[in-house]
């Protein structure tokens, strides 16, 4: 596998993805783009969330700010998994202290008649543009992740609604209408895998495909409504870059999931490292685990805990990050001993 582009000063992360022996992981954090910096808060209270998204301006500097604070390995792009129902027809609103909300859910085959596939450089253009100006300011110091949603967990928003423990809706409606549920995914499908086509064709060196709500179905579900949809995006773009598949609650999937051409497995920390090397044979290269509210925990133990992770999951192939994304009320102090611990980690 080569992919084209590569020409980064720091390129740690992307030896990883590799498999390539590095004297310490790399390191960066899910959501690391986001609400914990005051940084971010200063540009939050001026702009609302898709005007955020949509301003290439904003978009890069929001994405540039943890790297210039912390120095993390890899940036990724500011910007919701969201923007791709919205390029689809379906309407997304961010409600702030609430979340995402679609007011027309899609439970019908009349309401999937208005889903569209859309021309992505067309409806996302601004996306492209975020990452170009991105790619500027990063001026090659570090790799640019790019994302998306997996099928099933924007499935879970468009027929949910908004945001839920349990995503009822959701499953009710895969259970009830399998055809409708899957002809909904695949659209979902096609649209993302030209997104991501566009995205790497606009600069970003790596994507990730948060299946954030993955770990909502029994694993016999998981196949059927989820990761069917997540294979056919990694045979799409494994050819042109690295592809890191993030399940989060997705253990039981890691042996499938290690034989699928992605680059990299996230894994949340409900699974032991020693565990999630197991279930996927030592065969690929793992991003996670630390559990995010472990960064409410002092400085000094944070990056005894994370030294003792990277030591049990082996300092090769290994990207380390949190389990899931960042959470907003983390002190700034302990991003940074968490960040300063990879970067202080020698082998022993
Ligand atoms: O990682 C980064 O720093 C890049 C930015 C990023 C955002 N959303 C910005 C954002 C990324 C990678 C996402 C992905 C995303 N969005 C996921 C998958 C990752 C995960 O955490 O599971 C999901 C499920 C969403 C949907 C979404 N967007 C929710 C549930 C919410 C509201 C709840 C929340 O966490 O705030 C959002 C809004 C959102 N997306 C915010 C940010 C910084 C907060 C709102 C704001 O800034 O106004």
Not at 194 to 202: C, D, F, H, Q, S
Request: glycine letters at 6%; charged letters at 20%; hydrophobic letters at 40%.
């Amino acid at each position: 596998m080569t992919f084209k582009n590569i020409m980064i000063k720091n390129d740690l992360f992307l030896r990883a993805l590799k498999g390539e022996q590095v004297d310490r992981p790399p390191v960066w954090m899910m959501r690391q783009a986001g609400r914990y910096l005051p940084e971010f808060q200063v540009i939050k209270k001026k702009y609302d969330f898709f005007t955020r998204c949509q301003t290439p301006e904003l978009a890069s500097e929001i994405t540039v700010q943890p790297i210039r604070r912390y120095g993390m390995d890899a940036a990724i792009l500011f910007s919701d998994i969201l923007v791709i129902p919205q390029a689809m027809n379906i309407e997304v609103q961010m409600k702030p202290d609430f979340g995402p909300y679609l007011p027309k859910p899609i439970r019908s085959q009349k309401d999937l008649d208005h889903v569209i596939i859309p021309d992505v450089n067309d409806s996302l253009g601004y996306v492209m543009e975020a990452i170009k100006a991105t790619k500027e300011k990063l001026n090659d110091e570090v790799p640019l992740i790019g994302f998306a949603g997996s099928p099933w967990t924007i499935l879970c928003y468009c027929v949910q609604g908004q945001g839920s423990k349990n995503f009822d809706k959701a499953k009710e409606l895969c259970f009830t209408n399998p055809v409708l549920a899957h002809s909904l995914l695949q659209k979902i499908t096609d649209t993302t895998i030209e997104y991501l086509k566009a995205k790497v064709g606009a600069g970003v060196n790596t994507v990730q495909v948060f299946d954030s709500w993955g770990g909502m179905l029994s694993p016999v579900d998981y196949q059927e409504f989820s990761w069917q949809y997540v294979q056919q995006i990694i045979d799409a773009l494994k050819d042109i870059t690295p592809v890191i598949a993030f399940g989060k609650g997705c253990w039981f999937a890691l042996d499938e999931m290690s034989k699928s051409g992605a680059s990299a497995l996230g894994v949340d920390w409900t699974c032991s490292p020693r565990n999630a090397r197991y279930l996927s044979g030592g065969r690929i290269t793992l991003q996670g685990n630390f559990d995010p509210t472990r960064l409410f925990s002092p400085p000094a133990v944070i990056k005894k805990m994370v030294h003792q992770m990277i030591n049990e999951f082996g300092k090769d192939r290994l990207v380390v990050n949190l389990g899931h994304g960042i959470l907003p009320n983390i002190p700034l102090e302990n991003a940074k001993a968490f960040i300063d611990a990879v970067k202080e980690y020698k082998a022993n």
